[in-house]
């Protein structure tokens, strides 16, 4: 590709180094310089402000992604997991289903600031910034969308080791559309106006779908890849 590059945060480089290797194209990290000498910028991630001709992904749109109340106050229509900010209706869903998720960052990543709460101890010493409500899910799955179409789809399943919670992702050769898939990406489309990015969507033994957040700047494996590669090859 010519005259174009990527923009990406530090927490994004990995997945943004293999796709700027493979396009063979510029990145930049942590920038917020001047970038109107390029075409196109790809914004892996950076919710900081910049000045463009055309970008992916604008930073406006990353910004609330980032902020997981932001996320899920625009998507108040759509199917997400239940939350709020009340730690009196948290303590509720501690009382009516033995455990409740306490959220003590807004921005956490990969499971940051996140603690299952089981007992009325925890939770009475420990502070959150907004509160999720037990999904039972069967299965986590990470759907991987460019500019409301479906890349990728892969099984998250999650794992401690040494005191640190690692994610591994096994990729589903799915190729059918669902509905509540397709009612999600509607709606970001709507509120957010990203155009790449993951959802990490929750699924239990009943097939009712929940949103559990929008990844901006979602790890790139190799199928996710190769099917961005050529949609990114049809933009002008």
């Known amino acids: 590709m010519k005259n174009v590059c990527i923009v990406a945060p530090n927490n994004c480089k990995e997945s943004a180094l293999f796709l700027a290797k493979e396009l063979n194209i510029p990145l930049f990290l ?3 310089r001047d970038l109107r000498m390029f ?11 910049f000045p463009y001709n055309k970008v992916i992904n604008r930073p406006e749109s990353i910004k609330i992604c980032i902020n997981k109340i932001s996320t899920l106050k625009r998507l108040k229509n759509c199917s997400t997991i239940t939350w709020t900010q009340s730690r009196e209706r948290a303590r509720e869903w501690l009382d009516s289903d033995g455990c409740v998720v306490i959220r003590k960052l807004e921005t956490g990543s990969q499971g940051k600031g996140m603690v299952v709460c089981e007992n009325l101890e925890t939770f009475m010493n420990t502070s959150g910034k907004f509160y999720t409500r037990v999904f039972n899910h069967s299965i986590e799955l990470r759907v991987n969308v460019f500019k ?3 890349l990728s789809v892969y099984e998250k399943t999650r794992e401690e080791t040494k005191g640190e919670l690692l994610f591994n992702f096994n990729f589903l050769d799915i190729k059918d559309k669902h509905p509540s898939v397709e009612e999600m990406i509607k709606d970001i489309a709507q ?3 990203i155009d790449f990015y993951g959802m990490d969507i929750l699924v ?7 949103l559990l957040e ?4 979602p790890l ?16 002008k």
Request: glycine letters at 10%.
């Open 220 to 235: 790139l494996h190799e199928e996710t890849c190769e099917a961005l590669i050529k949609e990114l090859k049809k933009e």
């Open 30 to 32: 942590n920038e917020t």
């Open 148 to 150: 409301n179409k479906v």
């Open 191 to 193: 509120n957010i106006n």
């Open 39 to 49: 075409d196109l910028v790809f914004n892996y991630g950076m919710g900081s402000g």
């Open 214 to 217: 929008v990844n901006s700047g």
């Open 204 to 210: 239990n033994s009943k097939g009712t779908y929940r």
